[in-house]
C-alpha cells in the first residue's frame, strides 16, 4: 500500500469516478465519506492499494490504519482483485477491520474467505416522509405543537459562535461512538466545508439560561440532502444530562417536518445496529430497517475481543 502522494498524482481523481462507477453499478457506494474526501486532499493521510489494467485503475483500497475499504470495478470482478486488495490491507495494517458496505455478496465472501468474522453492522434505515406531509396539509397547528421544545429551551439554526458548545454536547453524547466521538472543532470545520453543509440544517436545541457546568446545548439534529427527494438524518445526539426525557423524538419530528419542507418524500440515516435506543427511537418515528454495512476483522484482532 502507498500514500495517495507517492502515486501519480492525476489517479486521485480517477480513483473518485471508479468510486462513482462501482455505486452506480452496485446501488451503494463501496467507500465512505472519510475515503472520498481524503482523495480531494492535496496531501491525502490515508493509505491507498491501487490495481491497474495498463493506464486504468481497476479497483482499490483505502485504509486509515485501522478502518478499510476496497471496491472493484464490476467488469473485473470474479477474478481475485478483491483478495488482493485485501491481502494489501493486511500486509500493512494486519489488524485493520474491513467494512462492507451494503455486505453485497462478493464483499463477505472476499472477507470470509480470507478469515475475517463479522463484528459490527451499520444499519440503513428509511422513512416515508408523506404521513407527516398529510399531517402539515391538514392540521399544520398540531405539527407545530409537536416541535414545542420545553420552556427553558430554544430550537433553531446553527449560528457562528455555537461551534465549541456543539463540540462539547457532540462528544458526550457520543462518547462511546468509535467515530463520531473523533469530531473536534478541526474535524467539525472541515465537516461545515462540505458542499451540501447549510447552517440552518443543523438544528440547536440550545438551553436559554445553563447553570455553571451545564451544556449550552442539550442536543442537535444535522440535515444532510442526499438522493433527489431524500434527505438524511446524519447525525442527531442528546447530551447525556437530557437523555431519556424526550428530546430525542422532538429533534428527529424537527428534522422530518425540516426534510418535509424542503420537499423530501424520504428520510434515511444510518445507526450502529447494536445501539438499541437509538434504533428504537427511529423505528418510533417510523423508520425501518433497508439494510446493513457490516464490519469484518481477523479472529486474532483485539476488535474481537
Ligand atoms: C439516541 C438518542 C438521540 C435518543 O434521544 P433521547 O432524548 O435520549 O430519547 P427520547 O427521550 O426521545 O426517547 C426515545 C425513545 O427511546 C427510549 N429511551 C430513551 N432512553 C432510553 C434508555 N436509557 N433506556 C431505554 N429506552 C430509552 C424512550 O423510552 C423512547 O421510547 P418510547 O417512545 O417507546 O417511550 C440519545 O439517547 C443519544 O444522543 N444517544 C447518544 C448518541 C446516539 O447514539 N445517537 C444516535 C446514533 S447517530
Redesign the pocket.
Known amino acids: 500500500m502507498n500514500s495517495l502522494s507517492e502515486l501519480d498524482p492525476i489517479i486521485a481523481t480517477r480513483l473518485s469516478t471508479l468510486a462513482d462507477e462501482i455505486a452506480q453499478h452496485d446501488g451503494i457506494p463501496p467507500f465512505g465519506a472519510t475515503a472520498l474526501a481524503d482523495l480531494r486532499r492535496p496531501a491525502p493521510r490515508d493509505s491507498y492499494a491501487v490495481l491497474m489494467e495498463g493506464e486504468d485503475p481497476v479497483g482499490f483500497a483505502w485504509c486509515d490504519g485501522t478502518s478499510a475499504e476496497f471496491g472493484v470495478h464490476p467488469d473485473h470482478r470474479g477474478k481475485g482483485l478483491g483478495a488482493l486488495l485485501l491481502k494489501a490491507v493486511h500486509q500493512r495494517y494486519p489488524e485493520a477491520a474491513v467494512w462492507a458496505h451494503g455486505n453485497l455478496p462478493g464483499a463477505e465472501a472476499v472477507a470470509r474467505a480470507a478469515g475475517l468474522k463479522p463484528v459490527r453492522e451499520l444499519w440503513f434505515m428509511e422513512a416515508d416522509l408523506s404521513p407527516i406531509e398529510r399531517q402539515l396539509e391538514q392540521d399544520p397547528d398540531r405539527v407545530t405543537a409537536s416541535l414545542q421544545p420545553p420552556a427553558s429551551m430554544v430550537l433553531r439554526g446553527f449560528r457562528e459562535g455555537d461551534e465549541d458548545a456543539w463540540v462539547e454536547t457532540n462528544a458526550a ?2 462518547a462511546d ?1 468509535p467515530e ?1 466521538s473523533q469530531v473536534d472543532a478541526a474535524a467539525f470545520a472541515e465537516l461545515r466545508e462540505e458542499k451540501w453543509w447549510q447552517p440552518h440544517l443543523l438544528r440547536i436545541l440550545e438551553v436559554k439560561n445553563p447553570q455553571p457546568g451545564e451544556p449550552r446545548i442539550a ?1 442537535f439534529v444535522w440535515l444532510k440532502p442526499s438522493k433527489p427527494g431524500a434527505m438524511e438524518i446524519f ?4 447530551h447525556p444530562n ?10 428527529m419530528r424537527e428534522a422530518m417536518t425540516t426534510a418535509v419542507n424542503m420537499g423530501a418524500a424520504r428520510a434515511v ?1 444510518y ?2 445496529g447494536a ?4 434504533t ?2 427511529y423505528e ?1 418515528q417510523g423508520f425501518v430497517h433497508k439494510g446493513a454495512d457490516v464490519q469484518y476483522v481477523g479472529a486474532t484482532s483485539p476488535a474481537t475481543n
Open positions: 453524547a457520543f461512538h463520531q442536543g447525525v442527531v445526539g442528546v437530557y437523555q431519556g426525557q424526550g428530546i430525542g423524538g422532538l429533534l440515516l445507526v450502529d445501539d438499541e435506543i437509538a428504537h427511537t418510533r
